[in-house]
């Protein structure tokens, strides 16, 4: 059998000789879009039950239905690791949402930090960024966007268990201080791009949980530093080993 | 004595009393856009000088002189690393140079692999974009983009004195083996979004100066791979450490 090559993300339960109901827009994207039709295959995940290769069984303007038959990948769940960043630019935003998927985190919380001035975000976009680069880069899982927060407050609230890697110029660590500090629980946290405040630094500084590491001798924006923190840390910690 | 905020990319030599003309889009850009004028200060670099500051001495619509004072930086070249790629779609072919001009690659190099179908990139649209990177992540080179060439051309042409980190998913190696391989010549090689062709990949598997790298489990996008991969060479042999 060869594989679909379109990737669809539903909330459906997936498993063999499941129906999965298509709403209008997948129906539209599918249908219209990507001239799909009557016994085509696609493959469809839904974050929980791996990916799966169905067939089209009905297909219409405002629906259809698709047949699910073999499971062409397991679940693969990427490594307890949340990303949490200052909300910037919309396209930068939108970049980092979409980083953070395909670099495998598990969960994505944009925050309000004392030198940030984003006040609201579109958690609904956001999240739908998220699912578009999970269909394309292949995931089987979805990390969750958190709604926005403000930094002192999730720092108030640190879960006693998870470990906290942050990248701030004014401080410089090493990636070996993060396999020293060990544990399975992880989060990453992006400086906004005004740096942090004294209050914040100093917190961050005080903390057991907080390790900061150096990414290199020049200042990049918000969005290279997602990817490359992702990568110092994956490459430590997490599943690229 | 303050430093400016503004920083601005010129071709003409830097050294104190030097008197730097402006162009029309300079001007237009300090004066107009900025809204910067006589006596205000701004920060120079050329690439070759350090970064200096200097005072505007005359402002108009078509152009300006700046006085160079002091030197506020000196001259950080990044290691001697290329970045070579395939370039995809334009907003993302923007990134990737913009990344590699902030994470510290020397050289730019667009290239056209079997599976690439772009037959022209805007050399000069694409230079501009580095200079803008390097005046806003405070970096006192800018590196050079070349123009768009084959792949094949470049490994027959391939210098015997730099070894070549390429990613691909069907090749699986670590960093350890960037630190192995040493030597202080380097280049990366980011695969097309189509994966290299049987050519190709036999021809980087036979090369003595070629080394695999793994970027982890998930697929990533062109963009994603060239953050992630100059992060892997920085921290195993370039400035990171």
């Known amino acids: 059998m060869t594989s679909a090559k379109i990737r669809l993300y539903v909330e459906h339960p997936l498993g063999q000789g499941q129906s999965v109901p298509l709403n209008r827009d997948q129906a539209h994207y599918l249908?219209?879009?990507?001239?799909?039709?009557?016994?085509?295959?696609?493959?469809?995940?839904?974050?929980?039950?791996?990916?799966?290769?169905?067939?089209?069984?009905?297909?219409?303007?405002?629906?259809?239905?698709?047949?699910?038959?073999?499971?062409?990948?397991?679940?693969?769940m990427p490594p307890d690791l949340w990303l949490i960043f200052a909300p910037i630019k919309k396209a930068r935003t939108d970049f980092i949402v979409e980083k953070a998927a395909e670099m495998g985190a598990r969960r994505i919380c944009p925050v309000q930090t004392d030198f940030t001035n984003a006040d609201r975000i579109r958690q609904d976009r956001l999240q739908a960024h998220a699912v578009e680069a999970a269909e394309q880069c292949g995931g089987t899982f979805v990390p969750e966007v958190c709604e926005l927060q403000k930094l002192s407050r999730v720092l108030e609230e640190w879960p006693e268990d998870r470990q906290l890697m942050f990248c701030d110029e004014a401080l410089v660590g090493a990636a070996k201080t993060l396999r020293m500090a060990g544990g399975e629980k992880w989060a990453?946290?992006?400086?906004?791009?005004?740096?942090?405040?004294?209050?914040?630094?100093?917190?961050?500084?005080?903390?057991?949980?907080?390790?900061?590491?150096?990414?290199?001798?020049r200042i990049l924006r918000a969005d290279t530093a997602a990817v490359a923190a992702l990568t110092v840390w994956q490459q430590a910690l997490g599943d690229w080993t």
């Open 31 to 76: 249908f219209g879009v990507m001239r799909r039709s009557v016994g085509d295959l696609v493959a469809l995940f839904n974050g929980k039950d791996g990916e799966w290769q169905a067939d089209i069984t009905e297909a219409g303007k405002r629906g259809g239905v698709l047949a699910v038959k073999t499971q062409s990948k397991a679940l693969q």
């Open 188 to 217: 990453i946290l992006i400086g906004p791009e005004g740096g942090f405040s004294q209050a914040e630094r100093a917190r961050l500084g005080d903390a057991a949980y907080a390790h900061s590491v150096s990414l290199g001798p």
